[in-house]
């Protein structure tokens, strides 16, 4: 057999062509050989077909076809998107790639191969004129196999029209071309995905506040602005009258027809946290009437929106201090409640990112304080209530603030950012489950999406998911949109290729020894394949590699049946495990409530303890006017006492006396009164 080389030198047998060849991919996004038809869509075709140039050729150093035809187009974008990846990885990403598509290829591809090519029949592929499907435009790949005559019709959706500027590569960021006028450009924004539409509202541009709210249609890819009017005063007048500007806060969709616009700086001097509702079918906004104590007003801050309650956390106030309280506003009774929570909470930050995972679980990563940034990850038990810091693995991302984050799935994707010295240029994605990082790609030079204070969300473009990211400032204000079609499957366990670490448990706070077990198992089974094509290199030594390939296959049989036999045992101890986590959060709960009912106990006997406490201080005071009233008293008998005495002597004196009329009866004077 002919030896094919790739740019490291590595030397692979013609069963990796043949493999691809008979999987349905010749070099046409749709084939078939004799008897065989095409097994796989246009993705899994084009992605193959790159991955086979990748390896039999090495990175693609072609030009771009200057025709537009979807195929070559396709072909060469698959191609061009890998990158330097390295030919071993993309024949070992090749070979994964058939194993899930057709799990029986290669036994297949082993008959194919003895029997040899003789007759090989090419679908014949036209393309038609676009076709237009919910007023979005893209071109229609009818494919007509030779067999038995009948017409397959597929549609290529993730090959769009140049016009949108949009190429169907995954994880690959893109700028399309868009319509109409774009929006000024801005950081510190707020943006939402609502029924196919992208809303921005506010920002920062060169210190100033904005207070606009705009729309880009991801059907039409079309810019327009909404103007909206005050709900309280629609009443009175027609007249738009535009919210209050504000910048570092945050919109999150409610329901399908509006919005909510949380907290962010403003030049107002608002003291606490205000709560804005935007309606998107009156076009009209009005402030949010809640009860219990708000918030102080912040920026910076992070809003989740779990279940039907939003949890803030941190950010900054109007006096630049920093914060890592939490807020909880239950959006069915609009109630306030500022939550106390257990173990050690992340540091004051502002400008950092949050997610929930499995609607249990928060996470917050990131952010910055006045003199640092932060790569931290802490994770919130929002039954417990209890703070806790798990080790991270994989490529942990570098420390950054400002950056946008959204999920898709159990994927964390984070995009942007800057560390105080240069924008990040890593999209980086965090597996919420196992807590693996991994790059998904990287940008160069000074761009939007290497900014800070930049906008991303989740959005679909013809039942496609892509992730849509705008503006930001890095060294300049930007209002550029980028948008990437994150991998369909499990693209992050594809790179990393890792089992789950033990210490990544701490999400779920029990380790999951099964995954260990059944990546080992893949892992092994992929080296085998490898190494029984490797071994595969000329048409002599047929009958010994059937057999050296039987007996693999054999030892690997044995080998699966004894960690099977593991796996099963380690699922039950994974079962007595899951029973005592129950058992201990039960626990737990019912400590956590005699808890409360404590502090609660506690919290009477201290308003008991200053109610006497009261009692005592009134009580000493009425002690203190009793014995002043009691001197005051004796002072008066003693007064009392005198004057009685002086009367007594003053009515003796005159008694004795007899008056004027003794005087004049010549009554002789008192011998007493003589000798006085």
């Not at 300049?476 to 948008?483: C, G, L, Q, S, T």
Request: aromatic fraction near 6%; hydrophobic fraction near 35%.
């Amino acid at each position: 057999m002919a030896m094919a080389r790739g740019s490291s030198g590595l030397a692979y047998p013609d069963r990796f062509y043949a493999a691809a060849t008979y999987s349905g991919f010749d070099g046409s996004p749709t084939s078939s050989t004799k008897g065989v038809s095409s097994k796989f869509g246009s993705d899994a075709a084009l992605l193959l077909y790159g991955l086979h140039q990748q390896a039999t050729v090495g990175p693609c150093n072609i030009p771009k076809p200057r025709g537009w035809s979807p195929v070559e187009q396709g072909k060469w974008t698959s191609w061009n998107g890998l990158g330097n990846m390295s030919t071993m990885e993309a024949m070992r990403l090749f070979v994964k790639i058939l194993e899930e598509e057709d799990p029986g290829w290669y036994s297949r591809v082993s008959n194919f191969i003895a029997d040899t090519v003789e007759d090989v029949e090419v679908n014949q592929t036209k393309v038609v004129e676009p076709v237009t499907e919910n007023g979005n435009a893209f071109h229609e790949i009818k494919s007509i196999p030779s067999e038995n005559g009948s017409i397959v019709e597929t549609q290529d959706k993730d090959v769009l029209l140049e016009g949108l500027g949009f190429v169907g590569v995954y994880d690959q960021w893109v700028t399309p071309e868009v319509l109409g006028q774009r929006p000024k450009a801005r950081y510190e924004h707020g943006a939402a995905v609502v029924d196919d539409k992208m809303y921005i509202f506010g920002g920062n541009h060169n210190g100033r506040y904005l207070s606009d709210l705009q729309v880009w249609d991801l059907r039409t890819w079309n810019w327009s602005k909404i103007e909206l009017k005050a709900g309280d005063e629609s009443m009175e007048s027609s007249s738009p009258v535009s919210m209050p500007p504000c910048a570092g806060h945050s919109l999150v969709p409610w329901g399908k027809t509006k919005l909510l616009v949380v907290a962010g700086h403003t030049k107002g001097s608002f003291e606490s946290m205000q709560v804005k509702i935007v309606d998107l079918q009156t076009c009209t906004w009005s402030a949010l009437k809640t009860y219990g104590k708000p918030p102080v007003s912040r920026g910076g801050q992070s809003v989740t929106l779990v279940g039907t309650s939003l949890v803030i956390f941190g950010g900054q106030d109007a006096k630049r201090s920093l914060l890592n309280d939490l807020h909880i506003l239950d959006l069915e009774t609009m109630t306030w409640d500022e939550m106390d929570t257990l173990g050690g909470p992340p540091s004051p930050r502002s400008d950092h990112t949050a997610a929930v995972h499995a609607e249990r679980y928060l996470l917050i990563f990131g952010g910055g304080s006045h003199a640092t940034c932060f790569n931290d990850l802490h994770v919130l038990d929002l039954q417990t209530m209890e703070w806790s810091r798990p080790i991270q693995q994989g490529e942990i991302p570098s420390p950054r603030a400002g950056h946008a984050g959204v999920t898709v799935g159990e994927n964390w994707f984070i995009v942007g950012g800057g560390d105080n010295k240069s924008g990040v240029s890593e999209t980086v994605v965090l597996n919420m489950s196992t807590l693996v990082w991994s790059v998904v790609t990287k940008v160069q030079g000074r761009v939007p999406l290497a900014s800070e204070g930049l906008s991303l969300v989740l959005g679909s473009y013809n039942g496609i998911d892509i992730l849509i990211s705008f503006g930001g400032y890095n060294g300049r204000y930007n209002n550029e949109v980028n948008v990437l079609k994150p991998s369909h499957k499990s693209s992050i366990q594809t790179k990393i290729e890792t089992s789950v670490p033990e210490s990544v448990s701490a999400v779920h706070n029990a380790t999951n020894p099964t995954r260990d077990l059944e990546s080992e198992l893949e892992m092994q089974e992929g080296k085998v394949r490898e190494i029984i094509m490797d071994n595969v290199d000329s048409e002599p030594k047929r009958a010994i590699r059937q057999e050296n390939s039987e007996d693999l296959i054999g030892l690997l049989k044995l080998e699966k049946e004894e960690l099977e036999a593991s796996l099963s045992t380690e699922k039950m101890q994974c079962l007595q495990l899951k029973q005592e986590l129950a058992d201990a959060e039960t626990r737990n709960a019912d400590l956590y409530k005699e808890l409360q009912s404590v502090r609660g106990q506690l919290a009477s006997e201290q308003s008991r303890c200053f109610k006497l406490e009261v009692d005592v201080a009134e009580l000493r005071q009425k002690v203190q006017s009793m014995d002043a009233l009691q001197k005051e008293l004796e002072l008066l008998q003693r007064q009392k006492a005198a004057a009685s005495e002086q009367a007594a002597l003053n009515a003796k004196r005159q008694s004795n006396s007899g008056g004027v009329w003794g005087w004049l009866a010549g009554s002789p004077p008192d011998q007493s009164d003589i000798d006085n």
